[in-house]
C-alpha cells in the first residue's frame, strides 16, 4: 500500500486554504465592484443581508490567510515538525484573531469603540494569552 509523502500532505493543506482564500476574496471582488451591493438601503437604514454576506465572506478570507500565515511560520521559521496538531493550532490561531478583529471592526461600525482602542486591547488581549 503506498502512503502519501510527507511534502504532499502539506501542499494538499496549504492548497486548500490558498483555494479558500482566492474563491473568498474573488467572490468579495465581485460584489464590491456592483452598484446593488451596498451596507445602507435609500432610506439611510441598514440592509444586514449585504453586510452579513460581506461579512461572512471577509471572515472565511481573513481566517484562511492567518491560518496559512502562522502554519508558514510555525514551519519555516521555528522549524516545527509537521503534524496533524500544527494544522490545528494554526487554524485555531487564524480563526481566534480573526475575530478578534471582526469584533473591533464592528465595534467601531457602530461607534461604540475606537479602531486604534480596539486594536491596542486587541493586541494586549493576545500577548496576555501568550503569557498566561
Do not use: Q
Not at 490558498?18 to 437604514?45: A, G
Not at 444586514?48 to 454576506?53: D, K, P, Q, R
Amino acid at each position: 500500500m503506498e502512503s502519501k509523502s510527507y511534502k504532499i500532505i502539506n501542499l494538499k493543506f496549504f492548497f486548500s486554504l490558498l483555494l479558500l482564500l482566492t474563491i473568498s476574496v474573488t467572490i468579495l471582488l465581485y460584489l464590491l465592484s456592483t452598484r446593488n451591493f451596498l451596507p445602507i438601503i435609500n432610506n439611510s437604514r441598514y440592509n444586514w443581508l449585504n453586510i452579513s454576506v460581506f461579512s461572512s465572506l471577509v471572515f472565511i478570507s481573513l481566517s484562511s490567510f492567518l491560518s496559512l500565515i502562522f502554519y508558514l511560520v510555525m514551519c519555516i521559521i521555528f522549524k516545527k515538525e509537521d503534524s496533524r496538531e500544527l494544522k490545528i493550532v494554526s487554524i485555531r490561531w487564524g480563526i481566534v484573531v480573526t475575530v478578534g478583529l471582526l469584533i473591533v471592526v464592528l465595534l467601531n461600525f457602530f461607534h461604540i469603540l475606537d479602531i486604534y482602542w480596539g486594536f491596542a486591547l486587541l493586541l494586549v488581549a493576545i500577548i496576555t494569552s501568550f503569557i498566561i
